[in-house]
């Protein structure tokens, strides 16, 4: 059985004291959730402060993004050792991070690498443009970008990661992929790769959101597909009453 996981990416949104006033009120409504692993990924400046507020909670956190070297001269950079004190999951491989700053395949196997060895667990994102898309080559693109971040990743370490199918014609626009549509990359393309790396068992193990333009109202379409475990949550994680409803919709739906 795959526990479903909520995560909200906060991306670059919220100062500390607004980071910190949105997690009081998250504490609030997601008291008593069970059965969904919930976990927020505030700005770095943010993750201390919100570590100390979850403490008593059981709401995971995350870091969006990290360097692959332990320490150095690496002005600006944000190591796994750092990390590792202060939060549970790192998001690598967002297609933000893709397109503007200039992340590759190679790049993030080395950040997933790096987090693995420090006992991080990465949501490692995967994910067509719209010209990709359209030229129908959603399941060349996610194989290569899935196949490029797991290199060299065994099959122990790869239970513990989580793997999100984030659409970048979706993320954003208000303009979700269907759910049927995102359970068929996730379930053929994601899950039939991990087979193809790993063997089928360990393929049903392995937790795949789908990240997207997720909204209260069109959450329940996509938890009540077979393949998808959850979701990567944007703009919707920013309001406490928005993501609330998701993480309560997503127990409902999973049930
Ligand atoms: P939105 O939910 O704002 O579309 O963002 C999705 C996303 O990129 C999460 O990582």
Same mark, same amino acid.
């Given at each position: ?12 949104y919220k ?12 504490? #609030?409504?997601?008291?008593? !959730? ?8 505030? +700005?770095?400046? *943010?993750? *201390?402060?919100?570590? =100390?507020?979850?403490?008593?909670t ?6 969006q ?14 190591s ?7 939060c ?6 967002? +297609?933000?991070?893709? #397109? /503007?700053?200039? @992340?590759?395949? @190679?790049g ?14 990465? !949501?490692?994102?995967? &994910? ?15 194989e290569? %970008?899935?196949?490029a971040?797991?290199? =060299?990743i065994s099959?122990? %370490?790869?239970? $513990?990661?989580?793997?999100a /199918? ?15 549509? *995102?359970?068929?990359v !996730?379930?053929?393309?994601?899950? &039939?790769?991990?087979? @193809?790396? /790993? ?9 795949? %959101?789908?990240?997207? $333009? ?20 944007g703009?919707? +994680?920013?309001?406490?009453? =928005?993501?609330?409803?998701?993480? %309560? @919709? ?6």
């Amino acid at each position: 059985m795959r526990v479903p996981i909520i995560a909200g990416n906060w991306k670059c949104y919220k100062t500390v004291a607004e980071a910190v006033a949105l997690v009081r009120e998250l504490r #609030q409504g997601l008291m008593n !959730i069970k059965g969904v692993e919930v976990v927020l990924c505030p +700005s770095f400046v *943010a993750l *201390a402060p919100v570590a =100390d507020l979850l403490k008593p909670t059981g709401i995971g956190l995350g870091a969006q993004n990290m360097f692959w070297e332990d320490q150095g001269a690496y002005t600006g950079e944000v190591s796994p050792l750092m990390l590792k004190e202060l939060c549970q999951y790192v998001i690598l491989g967002h +297609s933000e991070r893709r #397109q /503007y700053f200039g @992340e590759t395949d @190679e790049g993030v196997n080395r950040k997933v690498k790096a987090a693995l060895r420090h006992g991080l667990k990465p !949501i490692v994102c995967v &994910g067509e443009n719209l010209a990709e898309n359209e030229a129908g080559r959603t399941a060349e693109v996610v194989e290569r %970008q899935l196949r490029a971040a797991l290199r =060299d990743i065994s099959a122990e %370490q790869v239970r $513990s990661l989580v793997i999100a /199918y984030e659409p970048v014609w979706a993320i954003g626009t208000g303009r979700p992929a269907t759910g049927a549509g *995102a359970n068929a990359v !996730i379930g053929q393309t994601v899950r &039939g790769t991990l087979a @193809e790396l /790993y063997g089928k068992a360990l393929a049903q193990e392995v937790r795949i %959101q789908y990240g997207g $333009s997720v909204n209260p109202k069109n959450i329940a379409e996509f938890m009540t597909q077979p393949d998808i475990d959850g979701a990567l949550v944007g703009g919707a +994680s920013l309001k406490a009453a =928005d993501f609330v409803a998701i993480v %309560q @919709e997503t127990v409902r739906a999973k049930q």
